[in-house]
């Protein structure tokens, strides 16, 4: 990477924790694009270069914040295979990769408040295949991959990945924010048997000649 290009990286990493900071201690509202500016030390102008508004920016930062916790996920689970020598299948990564960020978001409440109270299906469409920062990575890829690797046939698998993240996000705001109706620890069991019945609904059956449905279109 360049000496410009490696600027305009930290540049564009400067905005994202400032604004990120600023955001989750004060709110979206009450955070200007010329207070977040000023805090990352850079020209307010030169914000313009990378965000259209400050929404764009929460936007982004959503796609940004998503990415990390799937990336730390996916290398987990990576390891874990090599640590086993052994492929888990389609069903246990999605498992896996759901604990791993469940677990993430308890230890970082701050997170989950943020996304929970600005992830809408369409913003995290985008954060699945939008790289936001050099280092994120596109989880469409990881996800199809997963699917290819599959030994069963999965039908609609956007619909599949809607009602997972559907079901775990709105579980986790009130399980580790509130302790409602129990504790994160005594609820993962029916999480996780929740969300392997929706797998098993999108497992094609031999006698079924439907086609899977592109995650992103």
């Known amino acids: 990477m360049g000496k410009l290009e490696t600027n305009k990286q930290q540049k564009l990493t400067s905005l994202l924790n400032t604004a990120f900071n600023l955001f989750t201690t004060q709110g979206v509202a009450k955070t200007s694009i010329a207070e977040i500016s000023q805090k990352a030390g850079i020209a ?3 914000f313009y270069l990378y965000f259209k508004d400050k929404y764009d920016i929460r936007n982004r930062l959503i796609s940004h914040e998503s990415s990390k916790l799937f990336k730390n996920a996916v290398a987990d689970l990576e390891e874990f ?4 020598n052994e492929q888990l299948g389609f069903e246990e990564k999605i498992i896996f990769i759901i604990n791993h960020i469940v677990d993430e978001l308890n230890s970082n ?3 989950l408040t943020f996304i929970s109270k600005n992830l ?3 913003i995290f469409k985008e954060a699945l295949t939008t790289k936001v920062a050099s280092d994120d990575i596109n989880f469409k890829d990881v996800f199809y991959q997963m699917i290819d690797n599959c030994s069963d046939n999965i039908k609609d ?6 009602l997972i993240i559907e ?4 579980t986790c705001y009130s399980v580790i924010l509130d302790s409602e109706p129990a504790d994160l620890e005594t609820i993962k069991p029916y999480l996780f048997s929740a969300i392997r019945a929706i797998i098993a609904q999108h497992i094609e059956k031999e006698n079924e000649q439907e086609t899977p449905q592109a995650i992103i279109n």
Request: glycine letters at 8%; a positive charge.
């Open 44 to 46: 307010k102008g030169t």
């Open 81 to 84: 295979s090599k640590e086993k």
């Open 109 to 111: 409440q701050t997170l």
């Open 120 to 122: 809408s299906w369409g």
């Open 157 to 162: 698998p956007e619909i599949m990945i809607f």
């Open 167 to 170: 079901l775990v996000s709105s």
